[in-house]
Nanobody
């Protein structure tokens, strides 16, 4: 399994970024893929998740209406469009995959067996 994030960077508050996650090595069409983030000194938290089999999506409350997760099953890609970014969104963002469990809510990190290397997102005020 391989997950490779791209698209991080530095942006001013109110700006936008799109993160991409290129996936390989598993059945992409029947998996749950999530974006997590970890800010300095804080734990890893789930931001958004998608079921690639039926397209259901999940978001943490603080990003609802600002972030959008999507998948391109033909390209084995997952995206996180982040709009109206805030300084508190600053973190390293990771994509992760779970091919074992069902999904009915934003899942915790321990359910995910494979992770990307992370992409830094910095939002300046």
């Amino acid at each position: 399994v391989q997950l490779v994030e791209s698209g991080g960077g530095l942006v001013q508050a109110g700006g936008s970024l799109r993160l991409s996650c290129a996936a390989s090595g598993f059945n992409f069409d029947d998996s749950n893929i999530a974006w997590f983030r970890q800010a300095p000194g804080k734990g890893r938290e789930a931001v958004s998740a998608i079921s690639t089999s039926d397209g259901r999506t999940f978001y943490r409350d603080s990003v609802k209406g600002r972030f959008s997760i999507s998948s391109d099953n033909a390209k084995n890609m997952v995206y996180l469009q982040m709009n109206s970014l805030k300084p508190e969104d600053t973190a390293v963002y990771y994509c992760a995959v779970d091919t074992v469990h069902g999904i009915n809510f934003l899942p915790p990190p321990h359910l995910f067996h494979s992770w990307g290397q992370g992409a830094q997102v910095t939002v300046s005020s």
